[in-house]
C-alpha cells in the first residue's frame, strides 16, 4: 500500500485548472512551477530570494545528489532538505534522464544502467531499485520512477515505432519495479508514473493504461523536449492529457518556454519544472514581458530604462537594462544572480497570473494578452 | 578651496579611536572597512545583503570603470551610486595601483602613464589630471590622488633608498596636480593624499610633510601589502601613523588579514579595505573565529557543525559545512555566494566589535582575545 495524495481541483475554467497537492512537507497551489536545484541548489540564488519570489517546491537531481555528496552525507543530514536547508516540498527525478544523457558512456539491460561516472569515470550501475531507494534517503515529497526516456532521434534516424515501442515496455517494467522497491521501502511521500511512447499516439495510449494499472499518486508526461519539431509536442500533449484522470496531478516534464507552459495549462497540466530560466539567466537571456531580451546586445549598452516594466522583482525595481548589460560583458557572477532573480520572478509570476486567471475564469483573455504581448518584442 | 571634511573623534582608547566621517552620502563610523567593489559590485553579493551585513562604504575601482562601462555611461547615470544603486558612500581608488600592477605594458612619464588596455590592447594614458576627472564623474564620496605605488622589488633588487625617494617625489608632484585638477573640477567631495616612500623612514617623514604641506581631507597610507616582509608592515606603520595628524582620517590602503587590521586600529587607523574576505571567498577560504577554514579540505565533507560557531550571518545560521563543502567541490555559484556572506560578515562585525570595544575602552583586552581565538585554530 502507498499513501494517498490530497489533490484537490478547487476550481476550473475549461480544462485549465487550479489546484491544491498536499505534501508532506506543504501544500502547493498549482498550475506550479518547480525550479531546477539539480545538485543541492537552485544555482545562482538563495533559498531567501527563491522563496521571496514564490516558489513553492524545488526539483532535485537523484544522480547529481548519488554521485556528489553522496547518500552518506544526505543520511547523516537526515535528507535532503534539511542538507540544502529547504524545508518546502522536493520533487527528485528518477536520474533516467540524466543517465541517458550520457548516450554512449551508458549500456542498458533490462536489469538497469551500466555507465561511467563523468565525475570520476567509476563504473555504477542505477537500476529502478537503487533509484528508489535513493529517493527516499532523499526524503523527496514526490518520487519518479526510473524509466528509459525514448529519444526522438538515434544516430541519424528518428526513432521507429518499434524502438519506441520497446523502450516504453522496458519503462513499463522498470515503473512496476520502481513501485515494488517504493513500497518495500514503506516510503511515505509519493510517487510519479511517467509515460513515455515517443511520438507514438498509440504507444502513448499504451503506456498510461499500464501505468494507471499500477496505480500512481500522479502521472507525468515524458520523453517530450528531446530534440523534436515544435508541433509534435502539442499534438501528443493534446493527446495525452486528456488520457490521464482528472483526479491525477498531471506533470509535464523539462518543459519550457512561458509559451509552451501557458498551453500545456490550457491542455489541463498542473506541474512544470525547466531549467531555462536559471541557465539563461547565466547566459544573459532574460524573460520578459514583451519578449526575450539578450542583455549582452550592445544595444542596452546605455539603455537606461529598467529590464521589464511590468516586473516588481529586486532586479527590476533597482537596475537598469545599462547595468544589467554592463554585469554580464565583464562575466561577473552578479550577473547571474540579479539575472537569475530575474527570470525565476518571470516565471513564478507567470503562474501566480494563470492561478488568479483560472480562479475568475479569464484564462483565455489573459492567456491571448500575455501571448500577444510576449509576442510584440518592444 | 575645497570642502572642510567633519571627521568627529567621538572616543579614544589609548591610540585607537572612534570616529564619525560625514560624507556626502551618509556618515560612517570608523573604524571602518570597506568591502571592494571593483568593476561596479561586490563580487558574489547583492547590495541588501552588503547592508545587512554592515556594510557603510564600498570601493570602487577607477581604473576597471573607466575602462568598462566607460564615463559616457556613468555620465549618463548621473554618477557610480546610481549607476550601481549603492545610496551609501563610495571611495574610489585613482587608478594607479591597478596600472601600476601592469608592469612592463605600462610606461612612466613626468606627464602620467601609458598602457595598453587589458580588455582590448587599445591605447590608454592616464595622469593625475585624468583620473580625478574620472572620479569626479564618478562623484565618489572620497577622491584619492593619482600616484606611483612604490613597488617593493624591481625585478631581481630590492628598491634602493634613491628610487623610492624618485618615486615619492613624483608622487608628490603628481599629487599637487590632483588637488588642483580637484579645484578646478569643483568636486563638492573630499580628497585624500597618500603617503609612500617605501620601507625607508625618512623618505615616509618626507611624503606625510609634502602632502600636509598641500593639505588633503585625509591621509591614506600607500605602498604596504606590496611583496614585503610582514614585520615591514608593522614598523612603517608605527613610524608613520602617529605622523599624521590626529584630527585627519587615516586609511590604511590595501590591508589585509584581521590581525593586521586588528593592529593598525590599535596604531591609530580609521580605515581599511582589502579584497581578501571577497576573494578568498570564492576560493573557499574563510575566516572564523577560531581560525581560517579552507572549506574544501576533505575533513569537512561530513562536517555537520556550523561554519563558525560565534557567528550569526545567513550562512553560518543556515548551512553545516559539509553542505558548504559540497558546493565548494561542486564549484557552484552559490559557494561564493555564501562564503562571500560569511567572510564580509566576519569582516564587518569584526569592526563593530573594535568600535564597540574602544567606545568602552576595553579595546586591548578585546584585541587580546580575540587574537588568542583566532589562533587558537579549534
Not at 499500477?214 to 486528456?242: M, T
Not at 525565476?344 to 489573459?366: G, Q, V
Request: hydrophobic share 35%; charged share 20%; with cysteine.
Amino acid at each position: 500500500m502507498i499513501n494517498n495524495l490530497n489533490f484537490e481541483i478547487i476550481s476550473k475554467d475549461g480544462i485549465a485548472r487550479n489546484g491544491l497537492l498536499h505534501l508532506n512537507h506543504g501544500t502547493i497551489k498549482t498550475p506550479a512551477f518547480m525550479p531546477v536545484g539539480t545538485g543541492g541548489c537552485v544555482k545562482a540564488i538563495l533559498k531567501r530570494d527563491l522563496e521571496e519570489n514564490g516558489a513553492q517546491i524545488i526539483l532535485g537531481n537523484t544522480l547529481h545528489l548519488w554521485m556528489r555528496p553522496g547518500m552518506d552525507i544526505i543520511q547523516s543530514h537526515k535528507g535532503l532538505h534539511n542538507f540544502i536547508q529547504w524545508q518546502k516540498p522536493i520533487l527528485t527525478d528518477s536520474g533516467g534522464f540524466q543517465v541517458f544523457s550520457l548516450k554512449e558512456l551508458c549500456k542498458i539491460t533490462e536489469e538497469g544502467v551500466k555507465f561511467a561516472s563523468p565525475i570520476n569515470g567509476s563504473k555504477l550501475f542505477l537500476t529502478p531499485e537503487k533509484s528508489i531507494q535513493i529517493q527516499s534517503i532523499l526524503n523527496s515529497d514526490i518520487v519518479m520512477i526510473f524509466d528509459e526516456c525514448t529519444p526522438y532521434q538515434i544516430g541519424s534516424h528518428i526513432i521507429t515505432m518499434e524502438e519506441a515501442c520497446d523502450s516504453m515496455k522496458l519503462s513499463l517494467r522498470w515503473s512496476k519495479r520502481s513501485m515494488d522497491e517504493f513500497k518495500r521501502q514503506e516510503n511515505k511521500n509519493f510517487i510519479f508514473g511517467i509515460v513515455q511512447g515517443g511520438f507514438y499516439e498509440n504507444l502513448r495510449e499504451e503506456s498510461i493504461n499500464g501505468l494507471l494499472d499500477i496505480g500512481f499518486n500522479g502521472y507525468a508526461i515524458g520523453g517530450l523536449s528531446v530534440g523534436e519539431p515544435k508541433e509534435y509536442l502539442h499534438q501528443i500533449l493534446e493527446f495525452i492529457s486528456p488520457k490521464i484522470p482528472d483526479n491525477f496531478p498531471k506533470y509535464l516534464m523539462g518543459v519550457g518556454t512561458p509559451e509552451d507552459i501557458v498551453n500545456a495549462v490550457y491542455n489541463g497540466v498542473d506541474m512544470f519544472d525547466c531549467v531555462m530560466p536559471t541557465r539563461n539567466a547565466r547566459n544573459g537571456w532574460l524573460f520578459t514581458r514583451y519578449g526575450n531580451i539578450k542583455i549582452k546586445n550592445s544595444k542596452y549598452k546605455n539603455d537606461l530604462n529598467n529590464l521589464d516594466p511590468t516586473c516588481d522583482c529586486y532586479t527590476c525595481i533597482n537596475f537598469t537594462r545599462s547595468y544589467l548589460h554592463h554585469l554580464q560583458i565583464t562575466k561577473e557572477i552578479n550577473a547571474s544572480m540579479l539575472n537569475t532573480i530575474h527570470n525565476l520572478h518571470f516565471y513564478l509570476n507567470m503562474m501566480n497570473e494563470i492561478r488568479e486567471s483560472i480562479h475568475e475564469r479569464k484564462f483565455d483573455i489573459w492567456k491571448k494578452n500575455f501571448l500577444e504581448d510576449r509576442s510584440s518584442n518592444i
